[in-house]
């Protein structure tokens, strides 16, 4: 695959758009053409002397939070250097743990970390402007905001809730509860789905569909395992899990939950049908613990990526546990074919057009990290460029098209950050920022 050089790409000279002339004469014609033709070569100087962003959206600043061992700061970073830019911060005297932004943008909703409780921050004059606390559960999820007016959350509670909130009055509008363990919870237009487990064991996962109304439906899927269970005595420790990837198609129409060694479900969310294709099976390499990313990607196709891990114990009742990546499988839902992309691949993630591809795994008879680097891929699955040899990455984030490759130091501290545009393939910067990213992706 060819590499692409790894420069910053400068700013781009505006050019000129083409435009459709009237055929009401030919005189006209032929005049107006001569008038444009005068007027473009006065503006070719002045064009090229103004530049432009090569993409816009990829240069909005970015939110951005400084952690120390008590307290976070809020702030704006440049989309590149990740330098903090503009005067206004805000310090905050809590860890948070997930968070959302309203769909204006101005309002900023963050969940604690070490609390079920909700803080809202007024963006554009970086403010507290209001908090929530609930009386029970752990931790709370922030999964969607449907319109301005209602945010819909996740509590970490016994049973797992669904909340609808509104977001001015800060006033719970309706709890829905979900039997079993929460695998995943998504987005989907006027609702949000729900993949759940059986609690304390594996069985067949449920898919849960929870209107903005508060209307719940839901569906088993007889032939998709998911869930946990464990067994500890004195001499033994064994540990199973499943955990299947759901992915919805942005019409909201049909979602899918992709297991390993297991058809693919089809699940119509407004009539609840489930569908199998049971002649496309995603393998498995370690059937003691499965774990399935899926993500949709257009034109009915899924990338599918995960990893497969054993737990043993050797004679000295040390606990081992081995993790190999699955692999990037790309699955066509229209044909139901699929056809494997990269077989050392364990996550994805979307930036823009382009499909990521990366490990990050850890040997443990080596006691090394293991990577693969970076591939980036078009959404049909053809390979573009590889970046970054075969390093193990952390994590990737993304936003206005730009993709954010986290790194960790000798120290094992995830502080270096790559930044690419997965469209040239370009890295456009390396710099090195003990900061946390609040990404849109």
Partial sequence: M???????????????????????????????????FLVAMLLVPLAASVPVCASATARQPILATLDTASTSRLFYVDPVSLRPIGARSLGLDFHWGDFTRSPEGALLVLSSNDAPELRFVRLPGMRFVGSMTFTDGQFVRLVAWPSPHLLLALLDSSPERVLAIDPSTRKVLWRRSVDGTVVDIQAAPGRVVV?????????????????????????????????????????DFIAKNRTPGLAIDPAGERAYVVGADEPVAQIGLASMRVRYHGGLRVPAKAVSGPLRQATWLGNGMLAVSGTDSSISTDPQGNVKQDTAPAGLLLINTHSWTSRSLQPNAEATITAGSSLLAYRSG????????????????????????????????????????????????????????????????????????????????
Avoid: C
Avoid at 12 to 21: H, K, Y
């Fill in 2 to 36: 060819e590499r692409l050089p790894e420069t910053v790409p400068g700013w781009e000279p505006l050019l000129t758009a083409g435009r459709t002339i009237s055929r009401d004469g030919l005189f006209r014609l032929i005049a107006m053409r001569r008038l444009l």
């Fill in 195 to 235: 993949l759940a487990a059986p609690a304390n064991k594996i069985g067949p996962a449920r898919i849960v569909v929870i209107g903005t109304g508060g209307s719940v439906r839901s569906v088993v899927l007889e032939r998709v395992l998911a869930g946990f269970h464990h067994k500890q005595g004195s001499q």
């Fill in 362 to 441: 850890y040997d443990s008879a080596t006691k090394t990290r293991a990577g693969s680097g970076l591939t980036i891929y078009s959404l049909d699955g053809t390979p573009r460029v590889h970046l970054l040899a075969h390093t193990s990455i952390d994590w990737v984030q993304s936003q206005g098209g730009l993709a954010y490759v986290w790194l960790t130091n000798p120290n094992g501290l995830a502080d270096h950050v790559v930044v690419i545009d997965p469209g040239s393939g370009r890295i456009l910067a390396r710099e090195t920022r003990s900061i946390t990213l609040l990404t849109r992706s």
